[in-house]
């Protein structure tokens, strides 16, 4: 049975044992300057004022300035904004009724706002429920894109139009609740 060899292997090691490499081992050696690196420390302040140097000299991307707004890039920014917003109010309400139970109880609160001007209602309403209802649709958006659904580019349109027009009517509702 015949065993042939393919490859470059057997190549690599005829090159690689050759008398001839030895030889020239000094004039290859002498074609690739070697290059010491120095290092020095340096202290915090020092450090920092170069890397702040660099990032000045930094191109910066050009982003959202040249191009064309697009309803998938403004609904995602708008998302993560509202989330922002919701998640800051809920946290701040916890915190103060943490601090003072008393003052933001259920009581208090629902006599404070039967005091407010119907107009200061149904801003503070509508103030509310806009990012309410837009996050919440457009968590339902993400959800259908997470599963591999409304991917394409028009679906993707129609999901976000569809966001808006809910959100649109959504928000009347809860305004007129």
Known sequence: ??????????????????????RNQVAIRS????????????PPS???KILNGQQLKRPSSPHFTIY??????????????????????LYG?????LVAPNTFDSVNVIAFVS??????????KAILA???AFHSLNGLRHLAW???????????????????GATAISTVALILM
């Open 1 to 22: 049975m015949m065993s042939a060899r393919v490859g470059l292997a057997p190549a690599f090691r005829g090159v690689a044992f050759s008398p001839k490499l030895a």
């Open 31 to 42: 074609a690739f300057a070697k290059r010491g690196v120095q290092t020095q420390s340096l």
């Open 46 to 48: 020092a450090s920092e």
């Open 68 to 89: 064309q707004p697009q309803l998938t890039w403004i609904s995602s920014i708008a998302n993560r904004a509202t989330g922002a917003g919701l998640s800051m109010l």
């Open 93 to 97: 309400f916890s915190l103060a009724y």
């Open 115 to 124: 005091e407010l001007p119907e107009y200061v209602k149904y801003a503070g």
């Open 130 to 132: 806009a990012p309410f």
């Open 146 to 164: 997470d599963s591999g659904k409304l991917l394409s580019l028009k679906s993707a349109y129609r999901a976000g139009y569809a966001v808006l």
